[in-house]
């Protein structure tokens, strides 16, 4: 298990460091990812063990969102003054978000859709 968790922060190290060294326009987490997926791809043993720690690490996830509670609790003076502000534009760009998707999807469908047999 302690081999699983090792593989996994070299990768999302690795990726950090290579955004940082290159420049490349990719967050590190993404370009580790990218190591990871081309690790297990050659070395298939090792995906029941990531499997294994990755459930358990899924299973723990709202502990990992405290620090993130926390941070809000202390900047209680500034969402006093932007709290409503923040509240709308979260509202708003995740309705927005929706409906573009459900847009692209429906386009996407009729675009790429069998024609039925006549």
Do not use: K, N
Not at 15 to 36: F, K, Q, S, Y
Request: charged share 10%; glycine share 6%.
């Amino acid at each position: 298990m302690l081999h699983a968790i090792f593989l996994l922060l070299v990768c999302q190290l690795t990726g950090e460091a290579i955004h940082r060294l290159t420049g490349l326009p990719l967050p590190g987490a993404v370009i580790g990812m990218v190591l990871l997926l081309a690790w297990l791809a050659l070395v298939p043993r090792e995906r029941p063990t990531l499997t294994a720690v990755s459930a358990w690490l899924t299973a723990h996830l709202a502990v990992m969102f405290v620090p993130a509670a926390v941070g809000l609790v202390d900047e209680g003076a500034a969402l006093s003054l932007y709290g409503v502000g923040l509240v709308v534009a979260t509202v708003t760009s995740t309705l927005l978000t929706l409906v573009v998707t459900a847009l692209v999807f429906r386009w996407s469908l009729a675009r790429h859709a069998p024609e039925a047999p006549e």
